[in-house]
Structures are given as C-alpha cells and as structure tokens.
C-alpha cells in the first residue's frame, strides 16, 4: 500500500511539473490568429525610398515619422493607409489592425526626384506592439495614364 502512495504522488507530480512546462511553452504569440504578408521584399518599387525618423521605437510610441525619397523622374502618388507586418522566424506576418478602425483615403503626391514626409499613427490603428521585427508598408501609383501599383517598406524594431 505505501508503494502504491508512493507512486501516486511521483506520478501527481510528474504531472504538475509537466503542466507547468507546457504552459510556460504555450505563452501568447503575436503570431495567433495572423496570416503571412502579401508583401514580397524582392517585388517592392526601387525607385523609391521609404524610411523612418524616429530612431527608437517602443511599445509607447505614438507616431513615427515616415519619410519618402523618390530617386527617379516619375511622380508617384501615396494614400494615407499604412500596413503593418511583424517578422516571426524569419516569416512576415500582417499585424491586425484595431477593430472599428478608418483610414483617411486620400492621396499625396510624391514629386519626380522629391520627397516628402507623413506621419503614421500607430498607437490610433494598432495594439500595444510586442518587442520584435517590424516595418511599414506603403502602397505606390503612377500618375501616368499606366497607373502602375507598387508598395514600398520601411523596417524598424520595437524595443
């Protein structure tokens, strides 16, 4: 009987011990719930450059300033919405934005071998951003009569 007890309580705590290795290994991932980005880094427009101001990012921060170098003789126009993608092993993923949320649809433009700046405010679209890999997608058109879509990003790191 007392073998028995004995076993009853190693194999209680085997379980325990195993329940609490699997919840510490089960932890919220910012990846729950998020589809991989459309957004391929070899197919963005390379005549532009997008960048941002800010040298340090947190989960705090409110606004990032984004800037937009545009490197060749074609005037582009960009629009107000922002996509947000976060890279997990080395897979981006679309950050969800907040429920309820709108975008302004209007259209900047982007002169022949100008730049310009804007504003993106994370805070107002998105959660509180975990530590990691993150960038900014932009999205791009011609002003011609082609109207050519492109997208360009921007990579920065929350601390």
């Known amino acids: 009987m007392q073998h028995w ?90 950050v969800l934005h907040k429920d309820n949320v709108a975008w302004d649809m209007l259209a900047f433009l982007l002169p022949a071998n100008g730049s310009a700046e804007s504003s993106f405010p994370i805070k107002m679209y998105y959660e509180d951003l975990v530590s990691g890999k993150y960038r900014v997608i932009e999205k791009l058109n011609t002003l011609d009569s082609t109207h050519i879509g492109s997208y360009i990003t921007a990579e920065f790191t929350v601390a």
Do not use: M
Not at 47 to 75: A, C, H, M, P, R
């Open 5 to 94: 007890r004995h076993t009853k309580i190693v194999c209680a705590a085997v379980c325990a011990l195993s329940l609490i290795i699997f919840s510490a290994g089960c932890k919220a991932s910012p990846q729950k719930d998020l589809e991989k980005s459309p957004f391929i880094a070899t197919e963005q427009n390379q005549d532009v450059v997008l960048s941002i101001k800010e040298k340090t990012v947190t989960s705090e921060t409110q606004t990032i300033t984004l800037t937009y170098t545009n490197k060749s003789g074609t005037e582009y126009s960009y629009g107000g919405v922002d996509f947000l993608d976060i890279e997990i092993d080395g897979i981006w993923y679309t």
